[in-house]
């Protein structure tokens, strides 16, 4: 993890400067190389390496082969006790070089790689010149696998020179000419060391090698260093954005720094947990917080970001997938998770859990946390909070509440002030600095976006029934697979679900993403959940062929039966507000006929002329008014 401190060599608006003091938690003092001026520079404007003319969305840890990428893995696993060394000495590198096998210059040129660009696909070999051309033929290739599989990977442990010996003897058998020993060793070699020991020493002694002790989960040591991350279902009923009805319980998954109990990142959603979810919510964690809370108009500090160390969850299927298991290994952040049955390994995520659930319980249309703490209440009936507005409100008690309150699990102390001191130090211990913020934002997103692998024909790309084309897949189509001409080539394509008019084509050569919109431009954007819905509706027809046509007849008709139910409910709203104003009008007429009864007598009134009388002599003309004249 590269974190920026005094002291350290940064690059600012593309000129070299040397970081001076921390001030807050996105400025910093510096110092330029060129002309030694002192500046202050915001962490936007701040990357740890040269910056690139025009960045390109690489993806190569998901076109790289698996052998090829476990070697990249074992070579970033080898030299990462040198990366986190402060003051690494060539003598250092040598006893790792020496224990690894491997030349001095090949472990420099690894680490130089690796420190280049801060990603484990740079250390995947280099393309040879002789690539594609063969060294095993198919059979003596085949006996290769067959005997390490039945001859060395079993109880009697045999060395590698006897399966040399007995691949040897085969081969002339067979008159073939034998691989090289080296050959023999580097196949081996390749085999994964956890199964190597489970299937040569057995299960116990690889549970024991590498699986963790048992007992409660470490605290990290520093911000980043290990993020816990789990879902929950919210004790509370949402309704929907037009109708303001009830639609049910979302759910939430959240990421928590385990060293300042900051909460990093989270996710709201109504669809089950999934590795979108998961994709989604550590991108949320990683990036920067700034434009999130100015979209909510949220005038407050979120400091916390970055790419952590380690990420513990639990076994749900949503962090098992392949695409979250190499965009993690891609950017060097491990994936860890916890034993099974073993709640005790996830104490500080399911202790935040608790805390949010509790501030719910006092928001209209919570469902408390049983039935006996609900009673009587009615949650569909009360509920008055719509997803947006679930999620602004947690947004602010994250970083008006959460973040400032004391917290007992740190020594009362308020995450924000803890994350403050690791951040910037103390008089007791150096600050670590902050976390570098991630060079390609949308790249990152994108590598955390679940993915689909596709043939590309010449009207395009279909992913669930609905055609795709960019002129960027013309060089592409009919592609046959590299490896098995008889086959098809498969691409990646990946997507945002909450938007799937265009997904993103990872162009093989370049390692970039693309986006591919629909072939048909006219269509309307949509959500992958309307998409799964409509499906699913056209499904229960047993003779209703299912295509695009169909499916966005079904997206239309559903989006004019819900502006048609919008208007009803206007409609019926209106009326019930009529009904109730009638029948307050008919509840108040009994009370006006005492007050307005027929029998009241209209008051008389006695002729004034009778009391007074008029002396004519008094009254004259009006000879004193003159009548003026325009």
């Known amino acids: 993890m590269k974190n920026i401190k005094p002291g350290q060599l940064i690059y600012w608006r593309d000129e070299a400067a040397i970081v001076l003091e921390l001030k807050g938690f996105s400025e910093f003092i510096i110092r330029t190389l060129d002309n030694s001026k002192t500046e202050i520079a915001h962490i936007k404007d701040i990357s740890i390496s040269p910056s690139i003319s025009s960045p390109k969305k690489h993806a190569p840890h998901l076109s790289a082969d698996d052998k090829e990428w476990d070697k990249a893995v074992k070579r970033f696993e080898l030299i990462k006790p040198l990366l986190e060394m402060q003051c690494r000495t060539a003598e250092d590198v040598k006893n790792t070089a020496n224990n690894a096998g491997k030349s001095i210059t090949t472990i420099y040129r690894w680490i130089r790689r690796f420190e280049e660009t801060g990603l484990v696909s740079s250390l995947l070999r280099v393309e040879r010149a002789d690539k594609g051309e063969t060294k095993l033929s198919q059979e003596v290739e085949e006996i290769v696998n067959l005997f390490i599989q039945k001859n060395y990977l079993r109880k009697e442990r045999p060395s590698v020179v006897r399966l040399y010996n007995d691949i040897k003897n085969e081969c002339k058998e067979l008159d073939l000419d034998p691989p090289h020993k080296n050959t023999i060793y580097a196949r081996v070699h ?7 020991i489970k299937k040569r020493y057995g299960t116990k002694v690889a549970k024991q090698k590498y699986e963790p002790i048992k007992g409660q989960f470490p605290g990290g040591k520093f911000p980043n260093a290990i993020v816990q991350i789990d879902h929950t279902k919210v004790d509370l009923i949402i309704v929907d954005e037009d109708h303001r009805l009830p639609i049910g319980r979302p759910y939430m998954t959240i990421a928590i720094d385990v060293a300042t109990k900051m909460i990093t990142g989270f996710r709201i959603t109504l669809d089950p947990p999934s590795a979108s979810t998961a994709g989604l919510c550590i991108a949320h964690a990683v990036l920067r917080k700034e434009h999130w809370l100015a979209k909510r108009d949220v005038h407050a500090e979120w400091p916390v970001y970055g790419k952590m160390e380690m990420i513990h969850v639990d076994n749900a299927k949503e962090f098992r997938g392949k695409m979250l298991e190499r965009a993690c290994r891609e950017y060097g952040i491990t994936l860890e998770h916890r034993p099974r049955g073993q709640p005790n390994y996830g104490p500080h995520v399911e202790r935040a859990f608790r805390t949010f659930m509790k501030e719910s319980h006092n928001l209209p249309g919570t469902t408390f946390s049983s039935v006996g703490e609900k009673l009587d209440y009615d949650s569909e009936g009360r509920a008055c909070l719509t997803l947006s507005e679930l999620e602004l409100w947690f947004t602010i008690f994250i970083v ?14 308020a995450p924000i002030k803890l994350y403050q001191k690791y951040i910037q130090g103390t008089s007791e211990f150096p600050g670590v600095g902050l976390p570098a913020p991630i060079d390609d934002e949308e790249t990152f997103r994108l590598n955390f976006t679940p993915y689909v692998e596709r043939t590309i024909q010449r009207d395009g790309v279909v992913v669930d029934n609905i055609y795709y084309y960019s002129p960027i897949l013309r060089p592409w189509v009919g592609s046959t697979d590299p490896n098995d001409k008889r086959r098809a080539r498969k691409f990646i394509f990946a997507r945002d679900p909450r938007d799937i008019s265009v997904i993103y084509f990872l162009d093989p050569i370049t390692n970039t993403y693309c986006p591919v919109p629909y072939l048909n431009n006219t269509r309307p954007a949509i959500s992958l959940w309307e998409l799964k819905f409509v499906v699913k ?7 209703t062929h299912i295509d695009e046509n169909m499916i966005f007849k079904g997206i239309k008709k559903m989006r004019e ?20 104003r009638k029948r307050r009008m008919a509840a108040r007429r009994p009370g006006w006929k005492d007050i307005h009864s027929k029998s009241d007598k209209a008051p008389q009134f006695e002729n004034p002329s009778k009391e007074i009388e008029i002396n004519d002599e008094d009254i004259k003309p009006f000879n004193d008014i003159q009548v003026g004249r325009d």
Do not use: F
């Open 400 to 413: 008006y509440c959460y973040h400032h309150r004391e917290h007992r699990g740190i020594n009362d102390v």
């Open 537 to 543: 509706k056209l499904n229960e027809d047993e003779y």
């Open 561 to 580: 039966v819900e502006a048609e139910a919008i208007e009803k409910t206007r409609l019926a709203r209106q009326h019930r507000a009529s009904e109730k």
């Open 190 to 196: 390749e085999i994964d060391e956890k199964q190597r």
